[in-house]
């Protein structure tokens, strides 16, 4: 049975839950990718249902792996993985927020051709397609802009920073100006947690968030299950549940807006009690 939890809006806290339409994602339970297509959309509307019953204001569909090392699935299987679900979405979910993961303007014009308006989640900040932020800005979607460098099988290769704080924040400057020149008027800030950054690296971000909550953009900060917290910790993903608690709290406590996260109903319980204290 769901268990219905309501946040205090007063603090303008969100929580992203996770749908995997993929086989490879790091962690198995988001993944919902079946046999079948018919069997694919009813094990991600059973994901979906629960997390909205638990409290998520977004939920976050991604259909092309994009974790530390996986190979890219090509944009006609993303489609392929993509389409059925979002032709029944806004039937089943008419007031939800939703956000389509993925780094190519072609999926863009064709998701908002089935759902309307929605948020892009993109990794590469429009740097994995040059008509990205064109798109996003013709048709004035929201937009999730994500530190990262290279692509996911070169990614952990490229961690070399000076001050991984400082030329991240830089990077978001410049990116602010390429937003406003291509009309995208209401993005998201994201850091890139585990994306082309070492484990002390992801943690020196965190434990600096408000640099970024000052740039005036909702920063959304996704470690859930993070390899930042089993590697360092010496554990697997199925064990951290916990411990991604106190790094969600951690990101509350520094300004984050948004958490994406696979497990929501413990991540609405740490929000609610955050703001408990406020």
């Known amino acids: ?28 339970e988001s993944r919902c990718l079946g046999a079948s297509s018919a069997s694919t959309v009813d094990n991600a509307f059973r994901r979906v249902d629960q997390m909205i019953g638990q409290g998520a204001s977004i939920i976050d569909i991604g259909a092309c792996s994009t974790r530390p090392g996986a190979e890219l699935v090509s944009e006609d299987v993303e489609w392929e993985r993509l389409s059925p679900i979002l032709s029944a979405f806004r039937r089943s979910y008419p007031d939800i927020e939703v956000s389509i993961d993925t780094f190519r303007s072609g999926i863009v014009k064709k998701a908002y051709d089935q759902l309307g308006s929605f948020i892009v989640n993109d990794i590469t900040a429009g740097e994995g397609d040059e008509d990205m932020l064109p798109v996003v800005g013709s048709l004035g ?15 952990q290769s490229m961690c070399g920073y000076s001050d991984v704080v400082s030329e991240v924040s830089a990077y978001f400057d410049s990116f602010a100006i390429r937003a406003s020149e291509c009309g ?19 943690y020196e971000l965190l434990k600096n968030l408000k640099q970024f909550v000052m740039k005036g953009r909702d920063v959304l900060v996704g470690v859930s299950r ?46 609610n009690l955050y703001t408990k204290l406020l």
Do not use: C
């Open 1 to 28: 049975m769901a268990i219905f939890v309501t946040m205090d809006k007063r603090y303008n806290i969100r929580v992203m839950g996770i749908v995997n339409l993929t086989d490879d994602s790091y962690f198995s």
């Open 141 to 155: 979607l929201g937009y999730v802009a994500m530190h990262s460098r290279g692509i996911p099988k070169t990614m």
């Open 184 to 202: 995208v008027k209401d993005w998201i800030l994201d850091p890139g947690f585990g994306f082309a950054k070492t484990i002390d690296q992801n």
């Open 226 to 271: 993070k390899s930042m917290i089993y590697k360092y910790l010496g554990l697997t993903q199925d064990d951290v549940l916990s411990a991604t608690q106190v790094l969600h709290l951690k990101a509350l406590q520094e300004g984050a807006s948004i958490l994406r996260v696979h497990d929501v109903k413990e991540a609405v319980q740490t929000v």
